[in-house]
C-alpha cells in the first residue's frame, strides 16, 4: 500500500462525532443548572406557598421588610398584623416567615 494511505488510516479521528459530544455536554450543563438552581428554588417557593397557606390567627410572623409582629385578621390575599401598639396589613406573600416558640427562644 501506498504510505501516504496507511498514514491516513492510522490519524482517522479518535474522538467520534463532534455533534454528538456538544449535545452531551449542553445536556450535562443543563441537568447541573436544574439541580443546582432551579429545583431547590422551586421547592423553596413550593413550601412558602404551605406555610401561608396554613397561617392563622395568632401565628407570630416577620414580614419581608423585617417586622414582627402577631397576625390577628386573615383575609384571601391580606394579613393584618399587630406589631406593638400598632397594626397594618400586609399582602400575604410578603410574610416571609412564620416564627415559633423555638425560633423565638433562640433569637432572644
Known amino acids: 500500500m501506498n504510505p501516504g494511505i496507511l ?3 492510522q490519524a482517522a479521528p479518535q474522538g467520534g462525532n463532534p455533534l454528538l ?3 452531551i455536554m449542553w445536556g450535562a ?3 447541573i443548572f436544574y439541580f443546582l438552581l ?3 428554588q422551586r421547592k423553596a417557593a413550593q413550601r412558602h406557598q404551605e406555610v401561608l ?3 392563622r390567627r395568632g401565628d407570630k410572623v416577620m414580614t419581608e421588610g423585617g417586622i414582627l409582629g402577631e397576625v390577628i385578621h386573615l383575609k384571601e390575599d391580606q394579613v393584618t398584623v ?3 401598639e400598632s397594626r397594618f396589613v400586609v399582602a400575604r406573600a410578603k410574610i416571609a416567615r412564620v416564627l415559633n ?3 423565638e427562644a433562640a433569637s432572644s
Open 101 to 103: 416558640e423555638t425560633e
Open 29 to 31: 450543563i443543563i441537568a
Open 38 to 40: 432551579l429545583r431547590p
Open 7 to 9: 498514514a491516513l488510516l
Open 53 to 55: 397557606a396554613k397561617l
Open 21 to 23: 459530544q456538544m449535545i
Open 82 to 84: 399587630k406589631s406593638g
